[in-house]
């Protein structure tokens, strides 16, 4: 959030879009509103899906940069339980039996009397709420069952078929907990890759490019990601879907537009 990077602020750059655009969903991935605090968030968000007449998904997680809370003030040991207690507030407000009802909340980290939200979201009762989390662990593939609409899952952290075997989970425990299963979601984000037929070119973006930013081996991410030519992308995304990969989002690393474009007319255009 905070660290030096070149992006724009998720929420700025989303009420841009918003304004401009009609059909294309809009997705935070991941917000984290832990830091951001979630009363805000959840103005702010409700607003977007306001200005986007509902094309709003609501991506969030407690993100896993210490500097961010540490640059806010904020115990980053605490990150998880804040969490829970973020996502309590978030439903709690978006789930309001009706415009104008006041609402009181007592946990440990956050507390509130009377607070109500205004306007409503323009989806009902709100956006999908889809929950970060690496799956590697079952307390947070709970949380992901009892608090989301959806998993998002990261891509540079779950091989297919342990995604397999984590989203059967996340079924069971949505089935346990007496919920929805037919319309519960999930996403598989931080996509990166390149896509090229050139293999020299392709080493040089995983090497020079990503490997050093996200501090992982170059041939690990080689393997996991979308990088290589036209039909190895293909295949990795048919390895994707056969394990109940329901959407994915593509984030390339350099070239952006040229590769937004390939990835739209030559590998989406396949799966059609």
């Known amino acids: 959030m ?3 990077t070149s992006w724009i602020d998720a929420l700025t750059t989303l009420s841009a879009v918003a304004a401009i655009t009609s059909k294309i969903k809009l997705c935070t991935s991941i917000l984290n509103i832990v830091v951001r605090n979630p009363v805000v968030c959840a103005k702010a968000l409700t607003g977007i899906d306001i200005l986007s ?3 709003l998904f609501a991506g969030v997680g407690p993100g ?3 500097g961010d809370y540490d640059v806010c003030g904020i115990a980053f ?4 339980k804040r969490f829970d207690e973020a996502l309590q507030i ?3 407000l978006w789930e309001q039996e009706s415009e104008g009802k006041e609402v009181d909340y007592n946990g440990h980290y956050y507390k509130f009397e009377k607070i109500t939200l205004a306007p409503r979201p323009y989806q009902k009762p709100h956006p999908p709420i889809l929950i970060g989390s690496w799956g590697s662990s079952d307390p947070g593939l709970r949380r992901v069952a009892k608090y989301g609409d959806g998993w998002m899952a990261s891509a540079y952290n779950i091989m297919p078929v342990k995604f397999k075997e984590k989203w ?3 079924l069971s425990c949505r089935k346990d907990m007496g919920k929805d299963t037919s319309h519960f979601d999930n996403f598989v984000v931080s996509m ?3 896509i090229d037929n050139n293999r020299e070119k392709i080493n040089s973006m995983i090497s020079n490019v990503l490997s050093p930013a996200l501090g992982r081996p170059a041939d690990e991410l080689r393997g996991l990601l979308l990088f290589g030519s036209l039909d190895e992308c293909i295949k990795k995304i048919e390895a994707l879907l056969e394990v109940g990969v329901k959407s994915i989002h593509f984030w390339p690393v350099n070239n952006f537009i040229e590769q937004i474009e390939i990835f739209s007319k030559e590998i989406i255009s396949s799966f059609r």
Do not use: A, I, V
């Open 168 to 170: 059967t989970t996340l």
């Open 90 to 92: 978030l439903k709690l």
């Open 192 to 194: 990166f890759g390149y």
């Open 53 to 55: 007449s509902g094309r």
């Open 77 to 80: 040991e605490e990150r998880w």
């Open 64 to 66: 896993s940069y210490k």
């Open 2 to 4: 905070f660290r030096t």
